[in-house]
């Protein structure tokens, strides 16, 4: 278990991350991401705003049967804000735990996102972590955002939330299975990750003498495998591999100057989550035209 410094938030480029195999122990989670266990609200926020920390949360949930097993936290560059910045946990159910490495390559995860300086709300996201490249994917339109404001019953409210979510997935593992059950044609494996380049890199840049700039990578360098258990032509393998590739980075590619580097993984707690719900939701789209 180790921290990795990754990209960064919005805010600043050295967002820090920690994921374990075993549940995180609250030291781990206070030298990765200490704003989960901020002491109060930030300044900025009004008597309005119920200060609830997010510790107190999680030790909530604990008691339910959710383990946490990633934490991360973005930086601020504005003076005494770290350490309300926003914050992201992945977490399991014990019922989904046991004997899941056995019985199935995916794990159920429950996606807890919050801060302590108005930048979001509580937030539950419906996520699944992929073992064998330790991918923690977040899944499309299946399952609703839960939204839990900052005044109330905080807690019990975001406690039920992650019951709600849990209680969806089903629902997830059928779309999942549905994914791999869909063989992909090389041309469909490219349309694919071009759609995918867009995604991340956008279309085009426009340089300011009217020159446009070609994403620094190709459509066939996302669907390049990293491991042999990622071989394979069906929509799930071509996602998981386009989906590593555009999220962890590491790529061969040259600036539009022509200089040699590899692209960027993304950092950002923000990005990472819409463009990892963006690929999803292609990935069901192309399900749906393959029929």
């Known amino acids: 278990m180790h921290t990795t410094p990754t990209l960064a938030t919005r805010f600043a480029r050295n967002t820090r991350t920690l994921r374990g195999n075993e549940p995180l122990t609250e030291d781990q989670m206070r030298a990765a991401a200490p704003s989960i266990f901020a002491a109060g609200k930030h300044v900025s926020r009004s008597e309005r705003y119920t200060y609830i920390p997010t510790i107190d949360v999680l030790r909530g949930l604990r008691k339910e049967g959710f383990e946490p097993f990633m934490v991360a936290q973005g930086a601020s560059r504005i003076e005494g804000k770290a350490e309300y910045t926003k914050h992201m946990i992945r977490m399991r159910h014990a019922r989904d735990r046991a004997g899941a490495l056995q019985t199935r390559p995916e794990a159920h995860e429950i996606i807890l996102i919050n801060s302590h300086d108005g930048a979001s709300s509580y937030q539950m996201l419906a996520g699944m972590f992929r073992f064998v490249c330790c991918n923690g994917l977040v899944v499309g339109d299946v399952v609703d955002d839960i939204r839990i404001p900052h005044k109330g019953n905080v807690q019990g409210e975001v406690i039920e939330g992650a019951f709600r979510v849990l209680d969806e997935f089903e629902a997830v593992d059928a779309h999942a299975e549905a994914m791999k059950a869909v063989e992909l044609a090389p ?75 590899h692209t960027r993984a993304v950092g950002s707690i923000d990005r990472g989550v819409s463009l990892n719900r963006a690929l999803w939701m292609l990935a069901e789209e192309m399900r749906k035209l393959k029929g």
């Open 187 to 261: 041309p469909e494996e490219r349309a694919f990750a071009t759609a995918a380049l867009a995604l991340r890199f956008g279309e085009q840049t426009v340089e300011q003498g009217g020159g446009h700039v070609p994403a620094p990578v190709t459509a066939e360098q996302l669907t390049q495998a990293r491991r042999p258990e990622d071989l394979g032509h069906s929509l799930w393998h071509t996602f998981q591999r386009v989906q590593e590739n555009v999220i962890r980075g590491g790529l061969p590619s040259r600036s539009p100057h022509g200089r040699r580097q």
